[in-house]
């Protein structure tokens, strides 16, 4: 299991975490949480990895947050996408799935 | 961008806020564990465990972005100042060692940009040229009216080109007050690119012979004589018993440059030239107008002087006997007015420079000797786990700290640098009004502070951050590395050294110079007398009768006064920056063109101005009141003169024509010695005395010269009561000793004595403290060795030998390498010399031995002092 984002293939935490905004804005716990079920396990941020590319991402223009109550009545910053954030998934989506299925190609050829 | 600086500015909040996010991050979580059963405690810890802990957390996400590293920046500054005020005796030693380069530097670069680096004062200056005749001897030569006429309508190289030629109206505001002005085309202000702030330029049609006269005031003239009056324009106001009226008013921002003479002062009002070519002055071969034009746009220098010359080589075929036919020579506008400036500027820039490196030596000494005292500080830092870029930037951060503290310092002499420097003779750079600290000064003093500060502390701050955490750790252990250390040393003692001797030589090579200079004779004894310029006007004076009888008249008065040895007057005084010269046609020896005839600068002189000069007369007799207007005309000749035209012979009762071959003939009755009228560096050329009362058109403007029985200034207020008491609307100006005139001549010589010595002096002392440190560290380091050797038995003598040795190893390479690049460097001295060769023996070996000298002393003191160390006390050390 990688233990930093670091040893995730670079830039791919910055997608995921667009991709699970996507369906709908969320506070920080809960992109962990969700990362976590849809990985299977396989992908446990630290909160340090997770707030860094948060504040990336909000940097570039990608997602905007906001403060507000949680189911649980506690008070926290959800975030979600801009449109621009949400163009950018869909470019990098259509990108990884070419460059997926290129490496398949070239690791099943051998 | 935006998030970054949000965070540097309202740091608190944004921390708060991250520092809730997180929290309720970990809450989360934890609350998440609880409802799987896992008490408060066991699910904080593991959450931590998952994903990390709050403080981590924090930091992980605080040094994320680039504001962080702004930040730590920030600290490692406070963390400097407070280092540094830690050991306040090595900060200030390092700040003054600083302060002294860096505010040389600034000074000598203010200097450099108001005279060269700011833009002069014209519309695109780059495409201003002036145009010059180039006379046979390839000296450059003003131009006739009649040649400019030709000049300007043939070429198709110049948008415009005007002339000018100066004028010196006296205003009869008040006061009578003579001005420096200049009379000019009408299309002069159009060919500089200037408008006038108020009013209108010049009319074509004002620029004809017998139209209004018309005139133009600079901004400051208008300030200080006419109160800024704003409806001056269309005013007439009288000069020279003539009305001329005001057209326009120049802005505050253009000031002339045309006239550079610092004894004549800026040129103030202009009027226009009013020429026309019927004029017997207008002629071609009336060399007296200076022509400047404005090239085309896409021409370039060199196409437009091939024009010229095309143009000139056609007028030579058509006027053969008017031209010398050598072309015509185009100088770009910033060479004619600040090139002679520029050259001793760049060397003053250059051995200022060489300060800034020996200063940039020193303190990296400083800072060695330091380093071997930190090295422990560094270890414990690294065993804190700092990373050693995170060190060599908290050194660097210390010493640009240090840099810009000296800059600050150095800062204030460097503010005050003109007025000090007119204050020491730099009267005559041109421009130096527009010396002050600006913009461009300031970024090169910061610029120049911090790579002062990084440069000195790169050799340190390398060596600390390769300390061996281990070894420094341990105490006792002390300058495991020191041999590298000393090496480093060492061969900056040798740079310092080489670059001080350079610039001592430098300035011995000035020093020679000037000596030399000083005692070459002018020619004439120039001490008590005082001299003084007056000029005639009036309706009254357009008799030459009227004029010759007025300045008889004022001369005999002069003669009269108490305490007055005698008096003169002259149409010109030598080393007054006057030129006036005529062609010298001598019978029998007359070239076909007379153009080509040698010409001899001219005084109209009244008798008695030898004697007040005390210029000798070697041959024949002196003018006398007997050679009237109506005797036969007689002149007296240099001795340079007679030696040229008539050697072998004697040219006593010899003809000449002077100034064209029409004229009648003058006969040499007397030969008096050669004065020195261009500068005391440059050989007397031809000269001819001519007496006034027999000159056809007697010079209106005249120099009296008075020899006083004490000082000259004892007499000065006499000498102007008793001018006028002939007529009291005759303006006096230039009231000065003669000293003053021969003292200005070599004045440029003296600033740059003045500097580089200051700039050598500097160095030396600086090297002098380097060689200082070196010896006394190496003495402290060997202290328990001198001790041993001392209980078994060395003499004294024998171990200073030993400790001297060391030192002045160091300076001999030091002499070696300086003499080397001294013989590379002195001969762009060359230009500043006189009578010294650029590698003088013996300034190089009086500067050798005089460096050697003190340098040896420098090693002296802390090598005595080891010879006083207790045995003893040594022993006990370890």
């Known amino acids: 299991m990688p233990e930093k984002p670091g040893d995730l293939v670079q830039g791919t935490l910055d997608m995921l975490i667009l991709k699970t905004l996507a369906l709908q804005p969320m506070h920080g716990y809960g992109v962990a949480v969700r990362l976590e079920q849809m990985s299977k396990g396989v992908f446990r941020l630290n909160a340090g990895s997770l707030f860094v590319a948060f504040q990336r991402l909000q940097r570039a223009g990608l997602i905007k947050n906001e403060w507000k109550a949680t189911e649980n009545s506690r008070r926290a910053k959800y975030y979600a996408l801009t449109d621009q954030g949400r163009k950018r998934l869909n470019t990098e989506t259509r990108e990884w799935g070419k460059q997926v299925a290129a490496i398949a190609r070239i690791l099943e050829a051998s | 961008m935006f998030g970054g600086l949000r965070s540097l500015f309202r740091k608190k909040r944004v921390e708060k806020e991250l520092d809730d996010e997180l929290r309720g991050f970990l809450d989360m979580a934890a609350e998440e564990k609880m409802k799987h059963g896992m008490s408060r405690k066991e699910a904080l810890r593991s959450v931590r465990l998952d994903h990390g802990s709050l403080e981590v957390s924090r930091e992980v996400v605080r040094t994320a972005g680039w504001e962080s590293f702004v930040e730590t920046c920030w600290q490692d500054l406070r963390f400097a100042v407070r280092i540094l005020r830690k050991s306040p005796g090595f900060t200030s030693v390092a700040i003054l060692t ?40 390839g000296s450059l030569e003003n131009v006739g009216y009649a040649t400019y006429l030709d000049w300007k309508s043939k070429n198709k190289s110049f948008e415009e080109i005007a002339i000018y030629s100066s004028w010196q109206p006296v205003l009869q505001v008040g006061e009578p007050e003579q001005f420096s002005g200049l009379r000019v085309t009408s299309n002069y202000f159009r060919t500089l690119g200037i408008h006038p702030e108020i009013g209108r330029d010049f009319l074509p049609e004002e620029d004809v012979p017998n139209a209004n006269k018309v005139v133009m005031l600079s901004h400051s003239l208008w300030q200080r004589k006419f109160n800024s009056d704003p409806n001056i324009i269309g005013k007439t106001i009288n000069m020279n018993a003539t009305q001329y009226m005001v057209t326009g008013v120049l802005p505050a921002t253009y000031q002339s440059l045309m006239n550079q003479d610092p004894r004549g002062g800026t040129v103030e009002i202009w009027r226009v030239l009013g020429y026309d070519v019927s004029q017997p002055w207008a002629c071609r071969t009336c060399h007296h107008l200076v022509a400047i034009g404005r090239l085309r746009d896409g021409v370039a220098i060199t196409q437009a002087n091939a024009e010229m010359n095309t143009i000139s080589a056609a007028l030579s075929k058509a006027y053969p006997k008017e031209y010398d036919d050598a072309g015509v020579v185009l100088t770009p506008i910033r060479d004619q007015l600040l090139g002679p400036a520029s050259e001793p500027l760049y060397i003053l820039l250059g051995a200022v420079f060489f300060v800034l490196l020996v200063t940039c030596a020193n303190l990296a000494n400083l800072l060695l000797s330091r380093a071997t005292n930190r090295e422990r500080e560094v270890a414990v830092r690294t065993a804190l786990g700092a990373t050693r870029g995170r060190i060599i930037r908290q050194l660097l951060a210390e010493n640009c700290v240090l840099g810009l503290l000296g800059a600050a310092v150095g800062l204030v002499p460097a503010y005050w640098t003109p007025k000090v420097l007119a204050g020491i003779g730099a009267a005559d750079l041109p421009r130096l009004d527009q010396v002050h600290l600006d913009w461009r000064v300031l970024s090169f003093t910061v610029g120049v502070a911090l790579l002062t500060g990084i440069a000195a502390g790169l050799a340190p701050v390398y060596r600390l951050s390769k300390t061996d955490m281990h070894d420094s750790l341990k105490e006792g252990l002390r300058g495991s590395g020191s041999v590298a250390s000393r090496r480093l040393r060492g061969l900056l003692i040798v740079s310092e050294v080489a670059l001080s001797l350079t610039l001592l030589i430098g300035a011995g090579l000035l020093l020679r110079s000037l000596s030399r200079l000083l005692v070459v004779s002018p020619g004439f004894d120039p001490t008590n007398v005082l001299s003084m310029q007056t000029s005639v006007l009036g309706q009254r004076f357009n008799d030459n009768a009227v004029v010759r009888q007025y300045f008889a008249d004022a001369v005999e008065r002069l003669s009269a006064l108490p305490g007055v040895q005698s008096a003169a007057a002259a149409s010109q005084i030598p080393l007054a920056g006057n030129m006036d010269k005529y062609g010298f046609h001598v019978e029998g020896k007359m070239h076909a063109n007379p153009e080509e005839d040698p010409s001899a600068e001219r005084y109209c002189i009244t008798p008695g101005f030898l004697e007040t000069m005390r210029i000798p007369l070697l041959r024949g007799r002196d003018i006398s009141a007997a050679d009237t207007a109506t005797a036969p005309q007689v002149l007296l000749i240099g001795e340079s003169t007679g ?45 001819m005395y001519i007496p006034h009362q027999q000159w056809p058109f007697p010079d209106g403007l005249m120099v009296f010269v008075i020899r006083a029985a004490s000082t000259p200034a004892a007499i000065s207020s006499a000498a102007q009561q008793a001018i006028h008491t002939i007529d009291a609307t005759q303006p006096i100006s230039r009231i000065m000793p003669l000293e003053s005139y021969v003292g200005l001549s070599v004045q440029g010589r003296k600033f740059a004595l003045i500097l580089i010595g200051a700039f050598a002096t500097t160095a030396l002392a600086l090297s002098l403290v380097g060689i200082y440190g070196v010896t006394a560290y190496s003495v402290a380091q060997r202290t328990h060795e001198i001790g041993i050797r001392i209980a078994l038995g060395a003499q004294r003598g024998e171990l200073l030998g030993l400790l001297l040795r060391q030192g002045m190893l160091l300076v001999v390479c030091g002499v070696i390498a300086g003499v080397i690049a001294s013989l590379a460097l002195t001969r762009f001295l060359a230009s500043m010399l006189f009578d010294v060769q650029p590698t003088d023996l013996l300034t190089f070996a009086s500067v050798v031995l005089l460096l050697v000298a003190v340098s040896a002393a420098a090693c002296f003191l802390p090598a005595r002092r080891a010879m006083r160390v207790d045995p003893m006390v040594a022993l006990r050390y370890e």
Do not use: C
């Not at chain 2, 380069?101 to 002036?130: C, D, E, H, K």
């Open chain 2, 98 to 137: 600083l302060a002294l380069g860096i505010g040389a530097n600034t000074a000598i670069f203010s200097l450099v940009n108001g005279v060269l680096l700011r833009p002069l004062p014209y519309r695109n200056p780059n495409r201003l040229t002036m145009v010059w005749e180039k006379s046979r001897d």
């Open chain 2, 643 to 687: 030696r040229r035209m008539w050697p072998g012979e004697d040219p006593i009762g010899k003809r000449v024509k002077l100034g064209g071959v029409d004229n009648p003939w003058w006969t040499v009755v007397g030969v008096t010695g050669d004065v020195h009228h261009v500068g005391l560096d440059a050989d007397p050329d031809m000269q």
